[in-house]
């Protein structure tokens, strides 16, 4: 199942993150708790794990690139 990931809110006052790092590229396989991408924020590094098994399918957002919460980063093929 193709799935569009957005950007989530990890704090309270969160409102944007920079990508700091993808961990997976376009073509890339991953299983359920492996990191995708690493965002930044004002505070804190976070890794952000998938829920699911999967593939990488597109990378909308480079790294380095400030993004807004709720704003599409990447797409991904689940295994249900």
């Known amino acids: ?9 990890v704090g309270m006052s969160m409102q ?3 990508i700091a790092q993808w961990h997976k590229k376009p073509g890339d396989s991953f299983v359920a708790g492996d990191p995708l991408y690493a ?3 004002d505070k804190v590094t976070h890794d952000i794990e998938a829920t699911a ?3 990488m399918l597109e990378v909308f ?20």
């Open 1 to 9: 199942m193709k799935i569009t990931l957005k950007l989530a809110r």
């Open 39 to 41: 965002i930044e924020t």
């Open 53 to 55: 098994d999967g593939t």
């Open 16 to 18: 944007e993150a920079t």
């Open 61 to 80: 957002v480079e790294e380095g690139e400030d993004v807004e919460v709720g704003a599409p980063l990447c797409t991904v093929d689940v295994m249900m």
